[in-house]
């Protein structure tokens, strides 16, 4: 396989183009020899030269025979439906490029302005260089994703078994066990694993009330404006959540 | 990440044994040897005609400069026609031909543009989750982690409506294009076919240069 891209075009270099065609023309007949022993199925290929007026063809003589008869006995409407020449078939790639390439930018664009969004949360970015367009994508990803964040929250606690959200269990667990004295290895029954957990979530979001209020400097509790500032993005905060929240 | 497609397999030259692959295989294939055959023609001016059965026994064709053509070509055994009148005929479908290949090259360069544009989309999403918590994929997230994120994509939504309104009413002065450059604002305007902003860069490391910048964590 070349490393070199080859220029879709005619090759005005004659020996480059003989040596391009002995290649390639073998390359073309070993695929249609897969193609039709992995598939099972009739089928046969002519190809002529410049250089030659003599045909190269494959399988053999007879068997082309054989194909074309086989053609022949399908009606004209059936062979044209799926017949194509360069025209037709370039049209065909061009579109379904066209089509794959918008697919990707619609992908492309999703990932920016959840990158943005991302930045923005780490005041690492500035709003006021955004066109409205920008803005408009950013605060319907912030809407999304306020979406997704209720669901699964919904989910987690009604979840008592802790199945959604990963390592939220052991967490509950830790909870549990500095708050009833219960270690996490203990077991209790199903049932009550429930009530219990659902009265730690409870107490957990008061103590998560209180855990952000130790996080937010309280002169910025209002979120008005640009002023809002957190501590920089650290992960591990000091505290008595630090280890069971933010390992 | 999921991994789509097994990626490259050596394949044995025997017929496939499970039906659905055989059929994959074959549309893939097929299309692929269209490809070839049509790249063949365009290099080396090569006339050709390819004749496929489908496993549900329905035919394929590609053929250049048309399948008949070249079956009638190689039955009768006659030499190509060689009249003054075919030759016009066959400038004229070669520059159309030629057009094609030009616009199909265009639009496969473009579609390589962004499939590298994603991927380092997808590396800096990565890259960030390592730092920043909140960048995690949001099952990930412990309860009160998605609190705290809650309150403050609320926080930033407000401050984006208040943005909007500004602009709306043109009180934070012009906004800004960008064709490139790494500094400044990270949403470079660039307008392109699909009405994107293909360009949009995004100074992740740039501490320094975006002072102004408040966040919520």
Known sequence: MTRKKVKLAYIYNDSARRATYKKRKKGLMKKVSELSTLCGVDACAIVYSPYDSQPEVWPSPPGVQRVLDRFRTVPQMEQMKKMVNQDSFLRQRITKTCDHLKKQRKDNREKEVTQAMFQCLGGRVSLGNLLMMDLNDLGWMVDHSLRDINKNMAETLNDGSGMSGASHASQLEAVLAATTGAGPSSAPEPSQMLADNFEVNADDMQRQQWFMEMMTPQEHMGFGGDDMVLPPGDNNQNGPWSNSFFP | ?217
């Not at chain 2, 497609?5 to 059929?23: C, D, F, T």
């Not at chain 2, 949001?138 to 705290?148: A, K, N, R, Y």
């Not at chain 2, 500004?166 to 490139?180: D, E, R, T, V």
């Not at chain 2, 990270?186 to 994107?196: E, I, N, Q, T």
Request: hydrophobic letters at 35%; glycine letters at 8%; proline letters at 5%.
């Open chain 2, 1 to 217: 990440m999921v991994r789509k497609s097994r990626g490259r397999q050596k394949v044995e030259m025997v017929k496939m044994s499970k039906e659905s692959n055989l059929q994959v295989t074959f549309s893939k294939r097929r299309s692929g040897l269209f490809k070839k055959a049509s790249e063949l023609s365009t290099l080396c001016g090569a006339e050709i005609a390819i004749i496929v059965f489908s496993p549900g026994n329905k035919v394929f064709s590609f053929g250049h400069p048309g399948v008949e053509a070249v079956i009638d070509r190689y039955i009768t055994r006659n030499p190509p026609q060689n009249s003054g009148t075919m030759h016009l005929i066959e400038a004229h479908r070669n520059a159309t031909v030629r057009e094609l290949n030009m616009q199909l090259t265009q639009v496969v360069s473009q579609s390589e543009i962004e499939k590298k544009r994603g991927e380092e989309l997808s590396q800096m999403r990565k890259a960030g989750q390592s730092q920043c918590w909140w960048e995690a994929p949001i099952e990930e997230l412990t309860l009160p982690q998605m609190e705290q994120l809650k309150v403050s994509l609320e926080g930033l939504k407000k401050n984006v409506t208040k943005q909007a309104q500004k602009l709306l009413i043109g009180n934070s002065g012009p906004p800004q294009f960008f064709a490139s450059s790494s500094s400044g604002g990270f949403f470079p305007y660039d307008r392109k076919a699909g009405g994107f902003n293909p360009n949009m860069v995004l100074p992740q490391y740039d501490y320094n240069n975006l002072g102004y910048g408040r966040g919520f964590f």
